[in-house]
């Protein structure tokens, strides 16, 4: 029979290009979030984490922008490589514990 | 050190069957969660145990169950197999601590037939 997958948002970007991926989130009280990195056949793979006193954290090619005004976070990949190819997921720690609530996640593809 | 184990990586049941699957979590980690990926829902939580407790339950059926042992190492059980319980099982573990970052396994890929 038909089979309906989840559509996925995709960003496809060339390579060496930086990326930048979205992430809209409803409670107010949500003062932690956490990108996770998703490869084809493997678990999230943590990439960096931000709490509400921040605007902004900065890794390694990877920026978190946090508006909390608007609910918003994103992430910012520069110079974009092929390794980068996955879906990236938002993610809020339900404060009542380590229950996570996952963003719908966004498909990136690098065009080499 | 190592990672979260999970284990088999891939299992295939029927209809009616059950399953067993097991998490070893990283060594000194006491929060064991449980989160079901599907490409129709998505990532979905499942269950968390800490020190051997459910500390907290997502919004699935009885036939979904968990247990946790005194080495924090988890199993999750589904009784009586469906169709639509073929999903990539992911087990993911933390401290336990409040907003703590979560650290996941491979996962194990059940096919229901």
């Known amino acids: 029979g038909e089979s309906v997958g989840l559509h996925l948002p995709t960003l496809s970007v060339q390579e060496g290009d930086n990326s930048i991926i979205n992430c809209a989130y409803s409670?107010?009280?949500?003062?932690?979030f956490i990108w996770y990195k998703q490869e084809s056949g493997k678990g999230p793979q943590f990439i960096i984490d931000?709490?509400?006193?921040?605007d902004k954290r900065q890794g390694q090619r990877v920026t978190v922008l946090l508006n909390k005004t608007v609910k918003h976070l994103s992430l910012q990949i520069a110079a974009t490589q092929p390794g980068d190819s996955a879906v990236y997921f938002c993610?809020?720690?339900?404060?009542?514990?380590?229950?996570?609530?996952f963003g719908g996640g966004t498909r990136l593809m690098v065009k080499p | 050190k190592a990672g979260v184990t999970q284990t088999p990586r891939y299992l295939i049941k029927t209809r009616g069957q059950q399953v067993t699957l097991s998490c070893s979590p990283i060594?000194?980690?006491?929060?064991v969660s449980w989160y079901q990926q599907t490409p129709g829902q998505g990532l979905q939580f499942l269950f968390e145990?800490?020190?051997?407790?459910?500390?907290n339950k997502g919004n699935f059926p009885g036939r979904f169950s968990g247990r946790q042992f005194s080495n924090s190492r988890s199993e999750m059980n589904v009784s009586t197999l469906e169709l639509g319980d073929s999903a990539l099982y992911l087990c993911?573990?933390?401290?336990?601590?409040?907003?703590?970052?979560?650290?996941f396994g491979s996962g194990t890929q059940l096919s229901v037939l």
């Open positions: 993911a573990s933390s401290f336990g601590g409040h907003n703590e970052k979560l650290f």
């Open positions: 409670n107010s009280a949500s003062d932690y």
């Open positions: 931000i709490r509400s006193n921040m």
């Open positions: 993610a809020d720690p339900n404060n009542a514990g380590n229950m996570l609530t």
């Open positions: 060594s000194g980690h006491r929060s």
């Open positions: 145990y800490f020190s051997e407790t459910q500390r």
